[in-house]
């Protein structure tokens, strides 16, 4: 079975577990712990990044390296469209998600904890021990440093990122106006990679991750809570409801190991 190094709350992890989901690919998740376990994965991958998939022996870093080789050793349905057109503006959003959407979603969510404590609290996967959650208080913490959430973010960096972001959203909206998908009426890459990364903006109404029930939802509420972005989250939760698998005790998906890394 696939396996997937990931972390729970990594926007790039969660792009990778749309697009297998999409595709209908069983795999299993494994939970790297940060610090120690992207050491591992440093001596496994030669880099420290989540995530990685392992098909077979071998490893596939980085989510769109990822998109491009399932397509090409799974090709049933297929997320880069092969009309040259579609592919060249399929690749394009891809990478302005990954690059500009994903970086201030992370920002949206340092606003989201600087305003609300308890969903700083709340970040850990529910799968995670009680007996680990009680012992290491700091681990949200070093979660969010590692996902780069904190670093240098003063109010002004923070500001800035909420106006881009309201921008992108609007923008996003006028594209989905008269189509159900980013390109048209077919999804791609980009539709997931733009749901996918929009997660810290607004966690997703239904169990899709291994967070708690009171995160489902939520998000800075000037952004997740604000009708002027509905259409989008409307259009991001129905694309969830289509193609994301929903966690289930039965999931192989579900069955992580969230505080260790596995190796051979
Ligand atoms: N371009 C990469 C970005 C991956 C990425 O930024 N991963 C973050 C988690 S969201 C990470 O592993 N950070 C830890 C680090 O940089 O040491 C991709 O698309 O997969």
Redesign the pocket.
């Known amino acids: 079975m696939l396996e997937l190094y990931q972390?729970e709350?990594?926007?790039?992890?969660e792009?990778?577990r749309l697009c297998l989901d999409y595709k209908g690919l069983e795999y299993r998740k494994i939970e790297?712990t940060?610090g120690i376990g992207?050491v591992e994965l440093f001596r496994l991958t030669g880099q420290?990044?989540?995530?990685v998939l392992k098909d077979g022996h071998k490893y596939i870093?980085?989510?769109?390296?990822?998109a491009k080789y399932l397509d090409s050793e799974y090709p049933d349905r297929p997320l880069i469209p092969t009309d040259s057109k579609k592919r060249a503006q399929a690749l394009l959003l891809e990478d302005w998600a990954?690059e500009t959407l994903?970086i201030l979603g992370?920002k949206a969510l340092f606003a989201a904890i600087s305003q609300d404590q308890n969903f700083r609290k709340s970040l850990l996967p529910v799968s995670t021990p009680d007996i680990f959650k009680s012992v290491i208080e700091g681990v949200p913490k070093d979660f969010l440093s590692?996902?780069?959430v904190g670093v240098g973010f003063t109010p002004d960096v923070v500001n800035g990122a909420i106006a881009s972001l309201k921008q992108d959203l609007e923008i996003l909206i006028e594209l989905l106006a008269d189509s159900p998908y980013l390109l048209g009426d077919e999804p791609t890459i980009a539709d997931l990679t733009v749901a996918s990364l929009s997660i810290l903006l607004k966690f997703p109404e239904g169990a899709y991750l291994d967070l708690p029930e009171s995160l489902r939802g939520k998000g800075l509420p000037i952004i997740a809570d604000n009708p002027d972005y509905e259409a989008f989250f409307t259009w991001r939760d129905r694309l969830y409801e289509q193609f994301r698998k929903p966690l289930t005790g039965k999931n192989p998906a579900t069955s992580t190991t969230p505080t260790s890394i596995e190796i051979d």
Request: glycine share 8%.
């Open positions: 972390w709350l990594s926007q790039y992890s792009k990778v790297v940060p992207q420290r990044q989540v995530p870093v980085d989510s769109s390296a990822i990954d994903g992370r590692v996902l780069g």
